[in-house]
């Protein structure tokens, strides 16, 4: 297993689209391992493939708080399939944006289809921070970040900010 760099904004990957995978097989499965790795070591609770430059559909989570037992999830090729129209506000952060935090809202509950890591057909319904997770991670996917949910006012601050911090690393 591997940790791998997490790409920052205003990184142009980020904002892509990842392709579906085909088949779960031992490069996938070395895929995830290196995800959780990742995601245990940054820390965070999800993590998402595009975030460490992999364009596959692909994300890890582990909602579990500290004292409790890990539960640790892979799913590939994540499908929502049902979203409550009840919602909840959640403040959320991203590994990719480091130290920053809003509230954004979202279905409180959510149903969704997925490959786990061995390939099987799995259906999860998941609620509250699962449910943020999941849909956090997802939107990671297809090139969305939570600051795209906020107002324009608020995600150029934050844009602008790290692409300040990007020049400044460039040299």
């Known amino acids: 297993m591997t940790i791998r760099p ?4 205003p990184n142009d990957v980020l904002r892509k689209v990842a392709t579906p995978v085909e088949t779960v097989n031992d490069e996938i499965k070395t895929l995830i391992k290196d995800m959780f790795e990742t995601m245990y070591d940054a820390p965070g609770v999800g993590l998402a493939a595009p975030q460490i430059g992999e364009l596959h559909r692909v994300i890890v989570m582990d909602p579990s708080k500290e004292e409790d037992e890990p539960n640790p999830i892979a799913m590939v090729n994540p499908e929502i399939t049902w979203a409550s129209d009840e919602t909840w506000v959640y403040q959320e952060g991203c590994l990719s944006i480091p130290e920053y935090y809003e509230d954004v809202e979202r279905p409180v509950k959510i149903r969704v289809k997925y490959l ?20 956090h991670e997802i939107d990671h996917l297809d090139g969305k970040l939570f600051i795209d ?6 995600r150029e601050r934050v844009t602008k900010k790290f692409q300040k911090i990007a020049k400044r690393a460039a040299g």
């Open 6 to 9: 997490i790409l920052h904004i």
């Open 149 to 154: 949910y906020l107002s324009r006012l608020k």
């Open 116 to 135: 786990d890591e061995n390939g099987a057909a799995q259906e999860l319904e998941a609620e509250e921070l699962l449910s943020t997770v999941v849909q």
